[in-house]
Structures are given as C-alpha cells and as structure tokens.
C-alpha cells in the first residue's frame, strides 16, 4: 500500500470522517473504495436496501476512472454501481435509479434526479466521497453542492480526497463533519509535486508559443504529451490546424464542447497509445490516470498554484518519472515565485534557436482556404484574451502586456478580430469616470453657490440703481435709452461686439438664470408627447396616394370608401358604433364590389375571345401553307408520270362515280366461282359498314395525328389512287383497240 492508502483505510473503516491529502498518482482511489466495500460488505447490503454509497467528482472523465476501477476491484461483490453523468441517457439511468448501491456521478446529473425522479431515495445512505473534493466545493460548484447537501442524510460517514485538500471551516461546516481526521500523507515531505517529476519554465514571446509548441512536437515524436491551454476554442483550433500541418504523430483533442461518446473514445484512445499529442483544457488536468505520459506542457499561465500541481500531476504517477514544461509570457514571471513559496522545484531553461521552426506562413495559407478553419482561429483569439481579461490576480495577467496584433499574426489571421468585450467595458469605465467627475462638480458648484449667494444679492441690488442712473443720464431728445443699448456694428468696430450693458458679469444670481433657461430650452421630449403633437396635427399615419401622369390622384375603389355615406362617417368624431349607418354604409359598398366584380369578369372574357382569335389566325395559315405543300407534291406526282407514260388526268375517278359497291359485288362474283357461302360474305360486309360508321362516329375521339403523320397518310392516299386510275385507263385502252 501507498502512504495515503496506509493511513487512511483503517480510520475510514472504523466509521471517521477523513480529509485525505496527497501527492497526484499516490493512489488515493483506492483509498476510499476499499472502506466502501469492506463496510458494505459488513452490513450485508443487497439492492432492496438502495443506495450506500454516493461518491462526486467534479468531471466525467474521472467519474468514469473510478467506476472502471470500482468494477476491476469489486467483481467478486454483488453490490449494483452507477454511473451518472451528463450526456448520456437520462431515461435510462432514472429507470434504474432504486437499483443501484453505488452511486459514483457528477453534481449537476445528480442535482438533476433528485429534482424530477421519484424513484431516488437516499434515506439509508452510509458513505459520502468527494473525490477532488477542494474543487467539488468552490465557487464554480458551490450552488449545486449546497442543494445536495441538503438532501442528504445528516447521519453519514464522509470522506475527502485531493491533492490539494481544503481546509476553510466554510466548506467543512457545510459538509457537516463529525470530528474529521486530516490525513496528509507527504505533509512534511521536501516538495509538494512527486520526486520523480523534473519541472522546468520558458520565458517566450506570445505571438512565438505557437512556433514553439510545433517545433517541441516535431523533435519529440516518439513520446506522450499532454499539452494544456485555457480555453475551448484554443484547443479546437490548435488540433485542427496541426492535423492540417500533419507533424507526424497522432493527435487528439479532449475539451468539455465536445460529445459525451466522443470525449470518452479520446480518453480510452490516449489511454492505448505509446506515442500520441493530447490538446486538452483544465478537464483533463483532475485525477485522470493516463499511463506513461513522458511530457506536461503548460502552453497558458495556470489560474493558481493548485491548477498547475494537477495539471503537471499527469505525469510522474506512482513510482514512473516524468517531466513538465510551462511556458510564460514575460509578464507572468511572478508566477514562478508563488510556485517555489509551495514548495515546487522548477528551473529555467531557453530555446534553441536552431531548432525553432515557425507554422506562420502554412497557417495563413489554410486560413485563406478554409473559411470555417480562420472562424475558429478568430474565436480561439478572443477566448484567449477573455479568458486572461477574467483572471483574477491581475498581477500575473496584464492584458495591456499583450500584442494582440502579433498574436493574430502567429495564429495565422491578417487581420486582428474585434475585441468587442473589452471596447464595452471601457466605454463603461469611462462613463462612470465622467459621471464621478460631473457628482464632484455638483457638489463643489453648490457649496460656492451657498456662499455667494448673499454676496450676490447685494451686488446685484447695487448694480440696479447704478444702472436707472445711468439710463436718466442717456436719453437723447426723447429717445428712450433701451432703443441704443444695442449698437450698430461699424467698419471699424471689432468682431465681438457687446450687445447688453450695465451687467455684472460676477453675478452669480444672473448666470444661474441663465443655465435656467437653457434647461428649460433643452427639455427631453418623451415619445408620448410626440405622438399627442402628431395627433393634435391630424395628419393621416400610413395613407398611400398614387397619381397619374397628368397629376391627378387615382383612387383604388378595393381600397378607399367610395359611398358619401361611408366617408361622412369616418370623418365623424363620435366614439362608438352606429349600427344602423354602418348596414346602410355596407349596402352601398356591396353595389360597387358587385360592378367592380363584373367589370373583372368582362376583362377576362375579353381577354380569352382575344386568344382565340390568334389561335384561329394561326391554324389558318397553318392550313395555307398546307396546301402549298400538297399543290408541290401534286406537281411532282403528275411530272413522273408524264415520264413514265400519257397524261390520264382528265379521266374522271372511277370510285366517286361508282363507290365501294363495285368492288364489294366483284368479290361475291368471284367467290361464286369458288363455290363459298355469300350469306356469310353479306353478314360480314354489313357488320363492316356498321363498323365503319361506328368509326366515323367517333372519329373525334381517336388520337390527333401530328402534321407530318397527316401529310404522310395523305401521300399514300393519293400513290394508291394513281395506281387505281393506272389500272383503270389501261383497260380502257384495251376496249379500244378491241
């Protein structure tokens, strides 16, 4: 057993509440699940006595940690665990919520199913844990752990663990405790960080980190690295554009945005790899066991102390070495005496020139390509310098240190974004300097004010009299003194011209009236008064006239009124409704939609005769030209067969005269001959003709020919009437020459 493990589990299982503190990488999990199983084992606890244990942890990732390690340990037990965390399936953890012993979760999933799920019931629970318990109770949880607090059983074993313990009487007196054991296992070790761990700093500049962290990854490539930053969208960006970059080695981005499913395949993917870069924010830096992890890279200033043991606590667990570098701007060199005040050996090294190499020109190039690549790199901008604005130790954190626009520069982006947070909050400070500025005048203008009033006032008395003196002096032949206080500028008066005398410009009671006056000049006037002064002009809001060339207003009858009655009554003051006029009024109104709709069916009818007179305009040209066609072809039949023989086109045709008739007796003479039936023949002709005149009846319902398939069948009519005529004339000539 380790340390920690040594003193603490024989205390947890007599039944004390314990605050443990040690190293990272000690083995402070097992610590506390092998009392929880030990004292549920004891009290032979089944699933019909619910939940024993809860144990919180202040993230996903390391509530999943210590349910596989729960499962590897206790898979001999009975005991049913839990694990509840967000992103995953809500109804399906509420279904099972009576069912399990051991609960291991994070505060707002729990804080969640206690607040909407029935079947949660904590009366019979033993043990509490809170694991990272100093980052469970501070301000970002606090909220959430006081409501869970509340809901529990007042009679419980609790039992904290950290690396960093807590030790304000708040947070334990919230908690409850009974007599608490505080348990430090290298309290009074030589450093707080484990031996085996070599930490080192570089002083860099901010728009150089970028090239620094890339020519770092290219000359480590066979090693595991974590590389911590501040923020999000800095590590979304960094990840994305390095796997554009293509290093060498495979990369992974582990950040709270990003799915629940995928930020546990990261996890369990870093776990396996022997080489790999993780880009991770603060989530990965509590309690996460990622084996033979060489290198801890600090690309941003941590928020304190304790940030920077947990972050450089990935390396360097149990009995493996490692090594950790941060990285800071020269602003933040006071960090490193704040380190060494807590007992953490760090020393300094620099860069080597040569093997610096910058992404600059390869980033601004992707960024040009990529709209979406240069929006995060914008954004991954900003939260950075968000992020350093809400620090709280500003001696560390001076955002006025910062080049912003050479850190736009390394990023990759030619122009610098809007820092629009930072133009609000000072447009803010500078109001509330000017309002401050403005109460002091005030008050220093009123204290002179009550001092010189009564000066003033004999002053001003005195000057009164002096000056009716003076106005019986000046008066010149009837001529009142008032009419020349106002002289007539000359060529040779000066530019500024005195308009009034017999003032005293130290008056104080004088200048007040003034500024009076301009107050009263300068009044805000509301939008309630405006609108009155509107109303008291009559001016018709949101009144559309349209004219007509000549300047005459056109009047839409859809829209406007067109009854005398209707328009009386809307120009009438009178509140209410006037049933009787408004019947009336719709009556009339009725009269001119019903002319207005007649008129509109008129035009369309017009419109459709207009169209078919075109469309008949243009069938007969059709026809026109069609029988152009057929005079042509008619010209061409009767030149071939003036080649082949006499002209026969004077004989008249012998089916007109004689009909079908001849050719249908012919036939029955024929099978006369052949000794066939002709009743049969005659049935079968007569059921023809019907046929035919069936056929002639609905001929209008057969599919419509196309021009060319009309002048085709025309053509073959035609060649076998020729051919008819041909047989035709040359019988005749043989009766002839018979």
Known sequence: MTDIQ?????????????????????????????????????????????????????????????YDTLRKVGQYHDFSTGLIIGGKDLKFEAKRMDQYNVIICTPGRLLQHMDENQLFNCVNMQILVLD???????????????????????????????????????????????????????????????????????VCALEDKLAMLWSFI??????????????????????????????????????????????????????????AVLFATDIAARGLDFPAVNWVIQMDCPEDVNAYIHRVGRTARFKSGGESLLVLLPSE???????????????????????????????????????????TAQRAFISYIKSIFLMKNKEIFNIHALDKDAYAASLGLVITPRTRFL?????????????????????????????????????????????????????????????????????????????????????MSVIKDNENRTLKKQKIITKAELAKKILKKKVAVNKKTVFDDEGQELIDSARMKMSELARKYENEADSGINIEMSKQILREEDQFDKQRHRERIRAKHREEKMKLKAAKKMKVNLNDKEEAEEDIDNNVISEAESSEGPDMSWLPDPDKIYGKQRDIDEEKNDNKFKGED??????????????????????????????????KTQKRQKMSDNTNLQIDEELALQLLHN
């Open 6 to 66: 040594r003193q603490s589990i024989g205390l947890a299982l007599q039944g004390n509440d314990i605050l443990g503190a040690a190293k990272t990488g000690s083995g402070k999990t097992l610590a506390f699940l092998v009392p929880i199983l030990e004292i549920l084992y004891c009290k032979q606890w089944t699933k019909l006595d619910g939940l024993g244990v809860l144990v919180i942890t202040p993230t996903r990732e390391l509530a999943y940690q210590i």
């Open 132 to 202: 990272e318990a100093d980052r469970c109770l501070d301000m970002g949880f606090e909220k959430t752990m006081n409501a869970i607090i509340e809901n529990l059983p007042p009679k419980r074993q609790t039992l904290l663990f950290s690396a960093t313990q807590t030790k304000s009487v708040k947070d334990l007196a919230r908690l409850s405790l009974r007599d608490p054991l505080y348990i430090s296992a290298h309290e009074y070790s030589a450093h707080v960080t484990p031996e085996s761990l070599h930490q080192s700093y570089i």
């Open 218 to 275: 290219r000359n480590h490539l066979k090693q595991k690295i974590i590389v911590f930053f501040s923020s999000c969208k800095q590590v979304k960006y960094v990840y994305e554009a390095f796997c554009r970059l293509r290093p060498g080695i495979s990369l992974l981005g582990l950040y709270s945005t990003l799915h629940q499913l995928r930020r546990m395949s990261i996890y369990e993917t870093f776990r396996k790899k022997q080489h």
């Open 333 to 375: 060199e006071v960090m490193i005496e704040k380190l060494r005040q807590r007992k953490i050996p760090i020393n300094m090294i620099e860069i080597n020139p040569n093997k610096l190499h910058s992404p600059q020109r390869k980033l601004e190039i992707l960024l040009a390509r990529d709209v979406s690549l240069k929006e």
């Open 423 to 507: 133009q609000r909050i000072q447009k803010k400070i500078i109001n509330n300097n000017v309002k401050s500025e403005e109460k002091s005048d005030k008050n220093s203008i009123n204290s002179l004010n009550a001092s010189e009033e009564e000066n003033s006032k004999d002053a001003f008395i005195n000057n009164i009299f002096d000056t009716n003196k003076e106005e019986k002096k000046r008066t010149v032949k009837g001529q009142d003194m008032a009419a020349l206080q106002f002289d007539v500028p000359s060529d040779d008066d000066d530019l500024l011209i005195v308009k009034r005398e017999n003032i005293d410009i130290n008056d």
């Open 678 to 711: 002709t009743e049969t023949e005659d049935k079968e002709s007569e059921e023809n003709e019907g046929s035919d005149e069936e056929n002639i009846v609905h001929r209008p319902f057969k599919r419509k020919l196309t021009k060319k398939q009309h002048r």
